[in-house]
């Protein structure tokens, strides 16, 4: 989870989070660089009295600082597609969970299991346990193996809602009478915080995720429980 002051993005914990992260940097980068230039050439206007009779009006510079900008969107679009399709790729997934928004708690159900489903309502202050986290803990949290593909079916019952897990790279709506889709795979086990990415009334604060990850050997025997 986050810590206070961070400055940059959540570890990663899926594969998608990792390729979003190499992007991030990239696409940085290249800004960076931009940004570096710009800045040298207005210093450069600013501070030097000289001026080249050739470089105002030349069809050499104009070609080039037309096709160099695109040469640029490129490098960005091309590897934001690529992750982009990655995203909604679903591949054979291991299990399916859907999950239901509410105001203001989540609901989900484990479709391949006989009558496994469970709310998670947040967690009162005054009710925390030591140790616990403030408006991010539950009394449910949701149990999932870590090492295979998941595929998550998000909806709501009454407003708009938002499943958001920052570690693992996912943001998807939960829309009244839409069913979306999204493929959720973690590489460690660990507990994730999330919260409802959607303002969806007075207590849109009050919806927290939270998502324990472990060993399939281990998830076999909390199902086998409930």
């Not at 449910?140 to 595929?151: A, G, S």
């Amino acid at each position: 989870m986050a810590y206070p002051f961070q400055l940059g993005f959540q570890d990663a914990s899926s594969p998608i989070m990792e390729e979003l992260m190499h992007f991030h940097d990239h696409t940085l980068m290249i800004v960076f660089l931009i940004s570096s230039l710009v800045l040298y050439i207005i210093s450069a206007m600013l501070t030097t009295k000289l001026t080249h009779t050739s470089t105002m009006d030349a069809q050499e510079v104009e070609t080039i600082w037309t096709i160099l900008p695109a040469a640029i969107l490129i490098l960005i679009a091309l590897p934001s597609l690529r992750i982009l399709y990655m995203m909604d790729e679903i591949n054979n997934p291991a299990m399916t969970v859907k999950t239901m928004g509410h105001q203001w708690y989540w609901s989900y159900e484990y479709t391949d299991y006989t009558d496994l489903s469970f709310d998670s309502y947040m967690i009162p202050t005054n009710e925390l346990a030591p140790g616990g986290l403030r408006l991010l803990e539950v009394d449910n949290r949701l149990v999932l193996p870590m090492d295979i593909p998941i595929r998550m079916l998000i909806s709501s019952e009454d407003v708009l809602h938002s499943w958001a897990m920052p570690a693992l790279g996912m943001k998807t709506d939960a829309i009244p009478g839409r069913l979306n889709q999204a493929t959720l795979s973690s590489s460690r086990p660990g507990l994730f915080y999330g919260q409802c990415s959607e303002i969806c009334g007075s207590n849109h604060s009050f919806m927290p995720i939270v998502l324990e990850i472990v060993p399939l050997k281990h998830f076999d025997n909390w199902s086998y429980t409930l």
